[in-house]
Every structure is written in structure tokens, then in C-alpha cells.
């Protein structure tokens, strides 16, 4: 990582804003995230800059084995899969590719044909077309489910899922299921979560790498 | 707006979810919000489902004249010009132009040239360029200041700022000076905004045109 690139800062002005908000956000949450290992930290203090919001601290869990494998696959340059646009366009400076299936018109027709929403039908879709990498959600709770499904079945070759959709109903339970599954994962506790939670992670990783 | 369109869902089963979460919703802040304007009703709604975060029900503040001048520039298809592209890749189903110029390789001079950031070199360009709409800024404190300067000094055509940058440096200022201007706006009070607020608000107006 160059200082330039820290918190995605990309000019001196944006270099000097993102240390003085790394400031105060370790005066906010450092005591919470003491006993993380350097790269977690990073991801939640990333997380709590893109939202300002520090309850995002008591929120966001992180496997043990998540930065290392997510890492590994990173320097791979293998693919980072993103449940909608939103999350792949916030996605930046990675050498691999950043691919979202949720518009193809092959989804449309799998969605249509199973009866499953668009998001599941995207991670089926990658699956079977030689996805390999890293699985990151940052709305739909089904592309979470169908992603683990296709994991317990050896049906799709991930190494990691960033799991932190948002919203009031399914996505609690979505990423409570993540959470207690044997895959490298982040999600958030309870209902908050979305787009900048995801970016925020991913975004995070690359900048180490 | 169909009933299938209902708070962005496109299926039967997206549009379950969203009823359900609406009145989950509705439970937590209907009290704060019940003195709105159904319209706006509808924005604070749909930024705390995109957030599932209920505190934007004090936090989001909307002029008195942002829905009608907004509701009328999104009728006549005017552009819609956002700081960055995540915002730009969460609005949908407009028919208008959504514009985002901040890799765009003049703005990149513009910001060399004055030393300024690109995100208030892309307001700069757009002015310049036949801009005509709404401005909307989930991120760049520097987007809305540049906006607001262009305005009063009868240099850009906007009509209204969607204005909820997140951080904890500058973006509440920013969005202070926003709210005590007369330009019709939507702003966050203090550090909390960003993308999903941004393109909540916009989606809100859309799915009423």
C-alpha cells in the first residue's frame, strides 16, 4: 500500500482527510477492534469510514480464516463476483476482473426457468461458467443462500464470501447462516449492512495486496 | 409506480419482501416522519429499507420545494449528474441520462489545472457541458461545495442537489451549508450519508414519475 492509496485516497487533500478521519475513528472504536489482526482492523475501520456509523464495530464479523484466504486469491487475480452493479462499480484499482451476471439475459432466463430471484440465478450462472474467486453480497440474501448451496454441493469453486446484505426481512438470517457455515466469510450482524459494507471490504483487501 | 415496482422489487417475491419490510418500517419511524408530504414520506422510507437503518428518519432533512422542482426536472428527462459511479450504477429504470464524469480524461485536467478534486472538476465540466438536471452527491463534500459556488454565481443549470456525503471530515459542513442555502435540496445532518441514501432518494422520485 502507498500513503496515496490509503482509504482509497487518491490526491493529497483526500489523503489528509482520510488520516484525520482514521483519527477519530480509532478514537471511536479502537477499544473494540484491539484484538484484531492489522488487515481486520483495516476492513472496519474502512467500513466505519464509508458509513460513518461505529456501530458497525460491534457489527461486523470476521472469519478466522477469511484475510488469508480472500488474500491469497486476490493475488491470484481470480474473479470477485458482486451480487449487484452497485457493489461491482465501487469495486477499484483490482488487476483481476469484477464481474456481475445480475442484467446477462442467460440469468433472466435460469431466474425465470427455476423460479429464483435474479441474484441467485447470477452466482448458478458464474458457477457454471467457470467462476473461480471470491463471492461478495452486498443486497440479496438469495444470492448468499444460493452461493453456500452450491458450496455444500461442490458445485461452485469460491473461496470466500464478503455476506453483509441489508434489510429488515431475510438478510439477518442470511448471513447468521454464512456466519456458522465452514467458509472464509465477513458479514454483519443483524439487518444493517449493504453496498458500502461490501465495497468498503473488499476495497480494503486490495489495497494490502 | 405498479404495484411490481414497490420500493425497487421486480418480482412477486421481491415485492413480498419489500411489503413486509415496509411495514416493519413504518412501525419503527412512522411516528417521525407522519407530518411529511407523502413523497417525501416515501424518500426517508426508502433510504432507512436501503440503509435498515431507522436514525435517517432524524437525519434526513428535504426542502420544502425539492420534490416538486426534482419531480418535474425527472419529468422533462433531464440529466442526472452523481459524484461518483456507485451512486450512477444504482439508479435505474430512468429514461433521462445518469451521467458521472469523474474518469472522464478532461476532468482529470480540470482538477490538475485549478487543484481541485475530480469529483468538483466533474461538476465544473458539466456546467460546461450543457448540463442541465439534478446533481447528486453520496460522497464528495467537494461536489456539493462546487455545485452550490457554480450556482450562485449563475454558472450551472441544476435544479436541485441531492446532497448526503458520508465522513467524518467536511461532509457534514458541506451538507449544513446545502440545507441554509436556497437551492431545492435533500441533505443527512452530520457525518452519516452516502451512495445507498443518495440512490434511495432518487429511486423514490423515479418510481413516482
Given amino acids: ?97 469484477v464481474e456481475c451476471y445480475i442484467k446477462n439475459e442467460e440469468v433472466k432466463k435460469i431466474a425465470k426457468e427455476h423460479q429464483i430471484t435474479r441474484a441467485a440465478a447470477a452466482i448458478r450462472y458464474a458457477s457454471e461458467n467457470d467462476f473461480e474467486g471470491i463471492v461478495v453480497s452486498g443486497n440479496a440474501p438469495t444470492a448468499v443462500f444460493e452461493a453456500m448451496d452450491l458450496y455444500e454441493k461442490g458445485e461452485i469453486n469460491l473461496k470466500a464470501i464478503v455476506g453483509v446484505p441489508v434489510g429488515f426481512v431475510g438478510a439477518a438470517d442470511s448471513k447468521e447462516a454464512l456466519r456458522n457455515s465452514n467458509i472464509p466469510n465477513v458479514i454483519t450482524e443483524g439487518p444493517k449492512g449493504g453496498t458500502p459494507i461490501a465495497v468498503a471490504c473488499v476495497n480494503s483487501l486490495i489495497q494490502h495486496l
Fill in 1 to 97: 500500500m502507498t500513503d496515496q492509496m490509503f482509504m482509497g485516497a487518491s490526491t493529497k487533500q483526500g489523503y489528509d482527510i482520510a488520516t484525520k478521519s482514521r483519527e477519530i475513528i480509532r478514537g471511536l472504536i479502537g477499544d473494540e477492534i484491539k484484538d484484531l489482526k492489522p488487515a481486520e482492523k483495516d476492513i472496519v475501520e474502512r467500513i466505519v469510514h464509508s458509513t460513518a456509523d461505529p456501530e458497525y464495530a460491534k457489527l461486523v464479523h470476521i472469519s478466522d480464516d477469511f484475510v488469508d484466504v480472500a488474500m491469497k486469491s486476490l493475488r491470484n487475480n481470480e474473479t470477485i463476483l458482486t451480487d449487484i452493479n452497485m457493489v461491482k462499480y465501487g469495486i477499484t484499482r483490482y488487476d483481476g476482473e
